[in-house]
């Protein structure tokens, strides 16, 4: 069944919020989340529900679901192509008792919410299940829903377009699970295990059959004692969308926030503080990994206020302080913000989102996102596609798409995210847009070798 939902949409002025073109807040709500390839970031407020912020419009647009604070709720996370979004919303109980939180996907086009089930139940018969991410391609969404024993210890819980929903079968079905993270093709996730106290690295990995392999943790020593908790990693934040990389949070039997790969084991990114008391995340990468998102928190006792560290690490350059590097290698202007936790960096590695304190700390805590230009990207051998050109820009009514690839569809979509013009392209790779009103476009473009987006102007 499919949700029923309100929606509204709501502009700000953009002297407000906007710093420059590069760096834009909001303080609409101060909880951004993901980012997608097109720079549409969600958000939520607590309680309440979800929103799509387009930061180069300033629209807001509420999408309904049941976002965390209510108790239960979810984490909205974009699919590449800004289409669907993971979470949870409720459907309606055909018994009359009330509405239930469930894992969920949202697909923006039909604007409309859909209940992916659930396994066992909880200790709160208001929630079976919550999603908390959803792969790249759209076609999976992952959480935790309740286990089937009824033993009511959370389970990773998948949902996929060709299986339906899998309850994923857990190390230790005594302790709770957790799926956090989702590779591009939802053929790895991640996420916790609990094992009596420490949340550590839990991995599943799909078979053949569709299902997945019970959880593996990750290991320090690829050699020493899969038992030990001194040589298990802790929990999984994320995942690289080509599903090589996995990254996470640090924690008594490894300080520093870490990644790790098959072909390399654990690889440690350092730190910014060498105070005992820090706890290190990475939050996001990019595509290939090549960017890596995240921050540290510092804590010198229980009583001290937590001091906040964030970061961008690259292959190349290692670790940085995420506020001086925006301020001095981008040079962008963040109106007197400081960055305290990027959550998300889009698969193309173009847009990171993500929550700042303002200079007058009397003021409302507010989201951002980051466009990083082409010419950064660039430096840092990550691929910033050049194989598709659109002209005229501004287009009246003919749009020339120009690439030696095989073009394999055209969608359009609004400033606000709709989708307004889906088609396949005929043999002079020319798109007709007479139709379409005067403004700024979002054209994805998929070819034969991926997919790219371009920033298109209807007169």
Do not use: C
């Not at 030990?228 to 008594?252: C, H, M, T």
């Not at 804590?299 to 906040?308: F, G, H, L, N, Q």
């Not at 993500?354 to 840092?380: C, H, K, M, V």
Request: charged fraction near 20%; glycine fraction near 10%; hydrophobic fraction near 35%.
């Amino acid at each position: 069944m499919k949700s029923k939902l309100l929606f509204t949409s709501v502009l700000f002025a953009l002297s407000v919020n906007q710093i420059s073109a590069q760096y834009i807040r909001t303080q609409f709500s101060p909880n951004a989340i993901g980012v997608s390839n097109q720079g549409l970031v969600s958000l939520y407020n607590s309680p309440g529900s979800y929103y799509i912020w387009n930061p180069d419009t300033q629209d807001i647009e509420n999408i309904g679901g049941i976002a965390p604070g209510n108790g239960y709720g979810g984490v909205a996370v974009f699919s590449a192509d800004g289409r669907y979004l993971s979470g949870t919303a409720s459907d309606e109980n055909p018994n009359g008792t009330g509405l239930k939180a469930q894992m969920s996907r949202y697909d923006s086009e039909t604007k409309t919410w859909k209940v992916l089930g659930f396994t066992g139940m909880g200790s709160d018969p208001n929630s079976m299940s919550s999603g908390y991410y959803i792969s790249a391609d759209g076609k999976t969404v992952g959480g935790l829903s309740y286990n089937s024993n009824g033993n009511k210890k959370s389970v990773g819980f998948v949902w996929n377009e060709d299986k339906g929903p899998i309850e994923l079968t857990s190390s230790n079905p005594t302790k709770n699970a957790r799926i956090n993270a989702i590779s591009g093709d939802g053929s790895i996730v991640a996420g916790y295990q609990d094992i009596g106290g420490p949340w550590k690295s839990s991995v599943w990995k799909r078979k053949a059959d569709g299902t997945y392999e019970t959880n593996k943790m990750l290991l320090i020593n690829p050699n020493g004692s899969a038992t030990d908790n001194y040589n298990q990693l802790g929990e999984v934040r994320a995942i690289s969308p080509d599903g090589k990389w996995i990254g996470g949070k640090s924690d008594f039997a490894f300080p520093n926030a870490w990644i790790w790969s098959e072909a390399t084991g654990v690889k440690d990114l350092g730190t910014l503080t060498n105070e005992a008391g820090r706890t290190g995340w990475v939050t996001a990468f990019n595509n290939d990994a090549s960017i890596v998102m995240g921050y540290y928190i510092e804590k010198k006792d229980v009583d001290s206020p937590a001091i906040y560290y964030p970061f961008i690490w690259t292959q190349k350059d290692g670790i940085k302080d995420l506020n001086d590097f925006v301020q001095n290698t981008l040079g962008y202007d963040m109106g007197g913000d400081k960055i305290y936790v990027p959550l998300m960096i889009s698969p193309n590695g173009k847009y990171i989102s993500g929550w700042a304190f303002p200079s007058n700390l009397s003021e409302q805590l507010r989201s951002f996102r980051i466009q990083l230009p082409d010419s950064y990207l660039a430096t840092q051998n990550i691929a910033v596609k050049s194989d598709v050109k659109l002209y005229p820009n501004p287009v009246t009514d003919v749009l020339n798409i120009e690439t030696k690839d095989k073009v394999e569809s055209v969608k359009i979509y609004n400033a606000s995210g709709q989708l307004v013009n889906q088609s396949k392209v005929d043999a002079d790779k020319k798109v007709n847009v007479a139709s379409l009103t005067t403004g700024v476009y979002n054209v994805n473009v998929t070819t034969d070798k991926g997919s790219q987006s371009h920033k298109v102007i209807k007169k």
